[in-house]
């Protein structure tokens, strides 16, 4: 579990791992893609090769 703020509904919410649809391994760091309580979409890069968490620029 942790804390997100969505791009798309603008709240600060807590996500659960039964909302994490995917991990990628990259070498910016670990890419977790979760859907938000209001079931948009997000992203957020985290783990040691992460400066800090970010959202990656959608493609």
């Known amino acids: ?3 997100h703020h ?3 509904c603008h709240k600060r919410q ?3 791992p039964s909302q994490v649809t995917a991990l ?3 070498d910016a760091g670990i890419v977790v893609h979760f859907t938000c309580w209001c079931s948009a979409p997000q992203t957020l890069v985290t783990g040691r ?3 800090r968490p970010q959202v990656p620029a959608a493609a």
């Open 6 to 8: 969505c791009s798309a």
């Open 14 to 16: 807590l996500i659960f």
């Open 24 to 26: 990628d391994n990259t």
């Open 49 to 51: 090769r992460s400066a």
């Open 1 to 3: 579990m942790f804390a």
